[in-house]
């Protein structure tokens, strides 16, 4: 049902548009870890038709992302991604050599860091 919902069918779409129906809902069978690894395989097979030759998988987009709002919003982030804390971002979604990056114009008092 959910394969050929994604992949070839879309008619429930347009029939339940505007309702509270879940496309995808509780009685669907797959598990969490499956539904994690279509969306997974569906980036990787769109990424590819764009003819972008960098290698990038579904996580990367995800760290970049996060990296992005350390570097613009600090400490507050996990206000805003809805982790535990500052540290679990730093130990596993942040990139620090994009933040070293950003940080080397940055000035105080007219001296550069």
């Known amino acids: 049902m959910l394969q ?27 598990s969490r870890n499956t539904l994690i690894e279509l969306v997974s395989r569906s980036f ?4 590819q038709r764009t003819g972008i030759n960098i290698d990038v998988q579904l ?6 992302y996060l990296t ?3 570097e613009h ?7 805003i ?18 933040l070293v990056a950003a940080c080397k114009d940055f000035s105080i008092f007219g001296v550069t860091l």
């Open 59 to 64: 996580k990367h987009l995800r760290k970049t």
């Open 73 to 79: 919003f600090g400490d507050k982030v996990p206000m």
């Open 4 to 30: 050929s919902l994604v992949c070839d069918d879309c008619s429930g779409l347009e029939q339940y548009r505007g309702t509270d129906r879940f496309l995808i809902g509780h009685e669907e069978m797959a």
């Open 81 to 98: 991604s809805d982790h535990s804390g500052i540290q679990v971002l730093k130990d596993h979604y942040v990139n620090d050599q994009r």
């Open 44 to 47: 990787t097979f769109y990424w």
């Open 68 to 70: 992005a709002l350390v």
